[in-house]
């Protein structure tokens, strides 16, 4: 069984620059995650979806950050324009329910310069 | 609402040798706890969790942990570390509402020295 998938992995970009990431969650799963991780700190999370909808958003910087999740599939986390404090590691995670076990994907690494 | 708090921000020792990393949470409603393990450049990997019956958990790799309600701790213990426990590991806590998020904890930061 495939896990969480994200892309990219790693993506350096100059601020005021917008920038994407992507996440495929495990088949069947019905609550989706993107949560913020800063170095040296437990993740934060950003919003929460129960299949396409976002039903915990309120930690989500709502005038730079956006989210979305087609079908309840897939979802895209989007930043613009982003800010030198955004650079963190964005992790994507996935679970049947949302207070089940969490499954995460690897992580992508924004670094804005 | 649930918190989570681990103690120690960093835990140093040696090889072969037991650790505790702890865990107190706040909750008003009954909790599932879990322990998430993360090595450098990686997401988190579930390493186990209590979601009800016996307090004492174990996962595959030696780690066990055990949920005391009154407490409010889910410490993790392990009688003998290796270098390749050498990470990050995070405590976290949900409650039994379908609606509740997983909230995490800052994080120890488990060294191994040999």
């Known amino acids: 069984e495939a896990g969480v998938v994200q892309s990219p992995r790693y993506k350096i970009i100059e601020k005021k620059q917008p920038v994407a990431f992507w996440c495929n969650p495990i088949?069947?799963?019905?609550?989706l995650y993107w949560y913020l991780q800063n170095l040296g700190q437990g993740p934060e999370l950003l919003i929460r979806?129960?299949?396409?909808?976002?039903?915990?958003d309120s930690q989500l910087p709502k005038d730079r950050f956006s989210a979305e999740r087609l079908k309840g599939v897939d979802s895209t986390l989007k930043i613009q324009p982003a800010e030198l404090g955004d650079s963190a590691v964005y992790l994507c995670?996935?679970?049947?329910?949302?207070?089940?076990?969490?499954?995460f994907g690897q992580g992508t690494r924004l670094t804005v310069v | 609402a649930q918190s989570v708090t681990q103690l120690d921000s960093q835990v140093p020792v040696f090889e072969e040798a037991p650790v505790e990393l702890r865990c107190n949470y706040s909750?008003?409603?009954?909790?599932?706890l879990f322990w998430y393990v993360q090595y450098p450049n990686q997401g988190l990997q579930l390493l186990l969790k209590?979601?009800?019956?016996?307090?004492l958990v174990k996962s595959i790799n030696g780690f066990e942990a055990e949920f005391n309600k009154s407490q409010t701790s889910f410490h993790l213990r392990k009688p003998s570390v290796h270098i390749s426990d050498t990470a990050e590991y995070f405590c976290?806590?949900?409650?039994?509402?379908?609606?509740?998020?997983?909230?995490f904890g800052s994080g120890t930061r488990l060294s191994i020295r040999p």
């Open positions: 088949s069947g799963h019905n609550t």
């Open positions: 995670a996935s679970s049947l329910y949302g207070n089940t076990e969490a499954f």
């Open positions: 979806y129960e299949n396409e909808e976002a039903v915990d």
């Open positions: 909750s008003s409603v009954s909790v599932y």
């Open positions: 976290a806590v949900s409650s039994y509402s379908s609606a509740s998020k997983i909230i």
């Open positions: 209590y979601l009800s019956g016996s307090t």
